[in-house]
């Protein structure tokens, strides 16, 4: 079995900036993380194949610094990494990265076997679109289980993988074929810690580096900023509240008597629209 794995180099939301011009993101003197996201499809994926052996392999998009987070994926146990990295990505929205990932996965597949399974995180924490996991299962015409929280069944025998799928209405059991596309919900399992043997593997290990020719990029003007429809008219910072939290007095008054007081006080309407609600039960 062989898995695929996309995660992101992502700059540290608490330090984030903006390009007051491109409205782009600054990356430059900004720390830089693995998508929190993508390390719970990477888990998932490790999992599997302690489960049912075979081989991860991770890929990523991004500037040649972004082997360090390709790093750190193998000190978790990742087999294999993939960097993607060139001029021409740079400045990519969603569908241009989905153009570069999903050809980078077809030469993943030449190269190192075929994926039976690709995971990516539900989506990043710099953009928060979700969309470059279902972009790449549409553009190598992937079956695809999104908002993934557990693998329920893996059968290699018949082709097979049965997932719980979290959606508004509960949670939704759905089993499709192979190979598929995942994309993992957060906070559905815990990032292992590396031992020592895949520390220093990873200190060892080469990180297969790929140009936009190397990966087989036909149509350079689908690639970065040239290949990006996408346009960002502002980027703003949210105002901050400006009112204050205020105590509730609770020393004459039982403490829920007081709240629900406090509350019909700031919100008016509420009374009004829970007694409508009372009268229609």
């Not at 087999?79 to 077809?106: E, K, Q």
């Not at 995180?121 to 190598?140: N, Y």
Request: proline letters at 5%; charged letters at 25%.
């Amino acid at each position: 079995m062989h898995i695929v794995v996309c995660i992101k180099q992502v700059p540290d939301s608490a330090q984030i900036r903006v390009h007051p011009v491109t409205n782009t993101i600054m990356r430059q003197g900004v720390p830089t993380i693995i998508n929190p996201y993508d390390l719970f499809a990477l888990e998932a994926a490790l999992a599997l194949r302690d489960q049912h052996g075979g081989e991860v392999t991770v890929l990523t998009m991004g500037p040649p610094s972004a082997a360090d987070s390709l790093r750190k994926a193998l000190t978790f146990g990742a087999d294999r990494a993939v960097l993607l990295t060139d001029r021409f990505f740079a400045g990519a929205d969603t569908l241009a990265t989905t153009y570069a990932l999903a050809t980078a996965i077809r030469k993943i597949g030449e190269t190192f076997g075929a994926p039976d399974l690709v995971f990516t995180g539900k989506q990043t924490i710099d953009g928060d679109t979700a969309q470059v996991g279902p972009g790449v299962a549409k553009r190598l015409g992937l079956l695809q289980l999104t908002y993934v929280a557990k693998i329920s069944a893996l059968d290699l025998d018949n082709k097979t993988i049965e997932a719980e799928r979290r959606s508004e209405g509960g949670v939704q059991i759905l089993q499709t074929r192979l190979p598929c596309l995942i994309t993992m919900l957060e906070a559905t399992n815990e990032i292992r810690r590396g031992g020592m043997a895949d520390a220093l593997r990873a200190a060892r290990a080469e990180v297969v580096t790929w140009s936009a020719k190397d990966a087989g990029v036909e149509d350079i003007t689908k690639c970065g900023l040239r290949g990006s429809p996408t346009i960002v008219k502002r980027v703003f910072a949210p105002q901050a509240r400006a009112e204050k939290a205020t105590m509730v007095d609770f020393s004459d008054t039982p403490p829920a008597d007081a709240l629900i007081a406090e509350l019909f006080k700031r919100q008016p309407k509420l009374e009004t629209e829970l007694a409508t609600l009372a009268r229609g039960y």
